[in-house]
């Protein structure tokens, strides 16, 4: 089932958020940094611990950690593609963030998760586009998997919930 709500994602009671993170998995500003603060600092620690092993985190590539002090248990760390006109393939690695995410959290026995908007903020991916890529390869995982039983689009700004409630 997908859920469309507006809010902030470090409110939401599931088993796993979603973070837009970037590749060195330090923190920084946006849902990152709300995330970060408001979890406290054992999600950065166990950064650390995946940075020392695998050096940080790939474009279009998801890591899992503790939700830490968050409502959330686990926080998947993904890094969604900075914009660059959309002729670098920022579409193909936006879309597998929402994949690798999905399929990590089947892989550690996540039933319900969240997702904030990947890349639209800081990262300036066209937001309309965006949408159109997260809802496609949600319903597409969805389609061909039992043990996910929720996942929640969490927009924070207008812009995004009024694309996202268009499209659903
Ligand atoms: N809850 C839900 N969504 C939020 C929240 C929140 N508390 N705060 C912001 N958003 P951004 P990016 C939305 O910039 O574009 C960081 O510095 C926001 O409205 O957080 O992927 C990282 O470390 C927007 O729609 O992420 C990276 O360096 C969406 O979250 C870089 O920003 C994503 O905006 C990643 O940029």
Redesign the pocket.
Known sequence: MITLVQ????KMKVDAIVN???SSLL?????????HRAGGPAILEECRQIRARQGGCETGEAVITTGGALPAKKVIHTV?PVWNGGQKGEPELLANCYRNSLQLAVDNGIKTIAF??????????P?PDAASIAIQEVQRFLANDNNLTEVLF????DE?YSLYKERL
Do not use: E, L
């Not at 809010?7 to 470090?10: A, L, M, P, Q, Y």
């Not at 923190?27 to 995330?35: E, L, R, S």
């Not at 904030?116 to 990262?123: D, K, L, Q, V």
């Not at 969490?154 to 700004?157: I, K, S």
């Open positions: 809010g902030d994602i470090t837009a993170a970037n923190g920084g500003g946006g849902v990152d940094g709300a995330i969604g904030p908007n990947i890349s639209t903020g800081i990262y300036h991916f937001k969490v927009c924070f700004d995004n």
